[in-house]
């Protein structure tokens, strides 16, 4: 039996300096925000709630470049080199390596890049789109300018809103995208809390794999999806401090209840993540303290005591991107039989689906591989993994075990967007994140690997600790 002392229990933790603010971005009724192919309209004519922009600032205490995480209530970012990510670059003067838009991917939201489609509200969507940046730069300013001394400290909890949505079809010879009662589901969620000297949250953290389609083609209405009652609920038990949402490894994971016009059950999804995360932000100890083992008491049984004590936690803050070649598919269309197959049809879902390969096949161009960006980010003992592909929950569940001691915050659809990430063996079946993503079999492996590697190469760097 061992002798030694127990290790302390603390939470993975960064102290330095940080910044926050927050912009209103919601689109103007009327604007052009159709999301699903089954959809009979294509300008939304109402607000569900509103949309945000949320700027998280973060600097070593020494100074130097910072690290600038901006979570937004939109699908996506489309285009690498998109408006919103050369605003926020510009605003803070960095590159490409430290900043992170993270998309929370509602479905039921404005379009804010022109589409080329003659369509209601697609008048609306450049001047949106040209203010929509300038937010993003205000926020991510604002936040550098209220940069102050803080400690981010992290905790893992549970909710169990998300569930496995590829479904076995029981009349056809395929997968379906919807609750699949049988299918295993990562319920993990990581929560952060941000606190100034005097002990004030001047910010939380969500960060969990969940698809925001609770609202769907019924949907007339721009929302946040089930986020924005989440955040409503984690700002009600945190004094109002702005809650910064980070969409996990989704790409399988969806509320089992969605695909509805009904917002009583888009809050209700919200609502159950909103109140895991004040749960597990509850069960967190003050900010800056640590249990110590604290000897023996001998009573009925030998008790062990525990007791309080201030800590110091890690001021290390790095940034990092490598470029991971994809492979894609060789029977992927070149854009021209894409628009040739437009042409052909008058199916208005099947178009919908056509329109979308063709706007990705030319944000990948036409060669066989894509150079996808993945950025990894040490924040103090966390980590921060984001990349623009929809990944399956493999990744964050690998990353997380190869790294048990380190909190691990894993994002999808981080400043672009691209296609899925399925695991290599679903590719046999007839199923959407399959035939929608331009990678070959194999590309999330592929991922996982480079991502551990670049991981553990960051944390055991021998940095500053």
Not at 5 to 22: D, K, L, M, N, S
Not at 168 to 179: E, I, K, Q
Request: aromatic share 6%; net charge neutral; glycine share 10%.
């Amino acid at each position: 039996m061992s002798s030694k002392t127990p290790a302390p229990f603390e939470h993975p933790a960064f102290q330095g300096r940080i910044g926050v603010a927050r912009r209103e971005i919601t689109a103007p009724v009327g604007i052009h925000a159709r999301n699903w192919g089954a959809a009979k309209h294509d300008a939304c004519e109402g607000v569900h709630r509103p949309l945000f922009v949320t700027a998280l600032v973060l600097q070593a205490d020494g100074g130097g470049e910072p690290l600038a995480l901006l979570a937004l209530d939109l699908i996506h970012g489309g285009d690498l080199d998109n408006p919103l990510v050369t605003a926020a670059r510009g605003a803070l003067g960095l590159n490409a390596s430290r900043v992170m838009l993270a998309f929370s991917h509602t479905h039921a939201g404005p379009r804010w890049e022109p589409s080329g489609e003659d369509v209601p509200g697609a008048e609306l969507v450049p001047a949106y789109g040209r203010w929509l940046a300038e937010q993003v730069a205000e926020a991510a300013r604002e936040a550098r300018a209220n940069l102050q001394p803080a400690t981010l400290e992290f905790h893992y909890g549970r909710c169990g809103l998300a569930t496995n949505r590829d479904l076995p079809d029981p009349a056809a010879a395929r997968l379906l995208t919807g609750f699949h009662p049988a299918g295993e589901a990562d319920d993990t969620l990581l929560v952060g809390r941000a606190s100034g000297d005097d002990g004030r949250v001047l910010a939380t953290l969500v960060n969990y794999a969940c698809h925001p389609t609770t609202f769907a083609w019924q949907n007339r209405l721009l929302s946040p999806d089930w986020v924005g009652a989440m955040r409503e609920v984690v700002e009600g038990a945190t004094g109002g401090a702005p809650c910064v949402f980070l969409q996990g490894a989704s790409g399988e994971l969806a509320p089992r209840e969605q695909y509805t016009g009904d917002p009583e059950i888009v809050d209700r999804n919200g609502r159950q993540v909103g109140h895991a995360a004040a749960a597990a932000l509850e069960d967190m100890l003050p900010p800056r303290k640590r249990l110590v083992f604290d000897g023996v008491v001998e009573s009925g049984a030998p008790l062990a005591a525990w007791r309080r004590e201030t800590c110091e936690p890690s001021r290390a803050l790095e940034a990092g991107q490598l470029d991971l070649e994809l492979p894609i598919k060789p029977d992927l269309p070149g854009a021209h039989e894409i628009e040739a197959q437009m042409r052909r049809t008058e199916d208005r879902a099947l178009r919908e689906r056509l329109r979308r390969k063709l706007a990705l096949r030319k944000r990948l161009g036409e060669g066989s591989s894509f150079r996808a960006p993945v950025w990894v980010w040490r924040v103090g003992d966390a980590v921060l993994v984001g990349q623009i592909n929809e990944a399956y929950s493999a990744f964050q569940r690998s990353l997380r075990a190869s790294f048990p001691q380190r909190a691990i915050a894993v994002m999808n659809v981080v400043n672009g967007s691209m296609g899925y990430l399925p695991p290599r063996e679903l590719y046999v079946h007839d199923l959407y994140t399959v035939w929608q993503t331009p990678f070959a079999a194999g590309s999330l492996e592929r991922l996982v690997e480079a991502g551990s590697a670049a991981v553990g190469k960051m944390v055991n760097g021998g940095g500053q600790r």
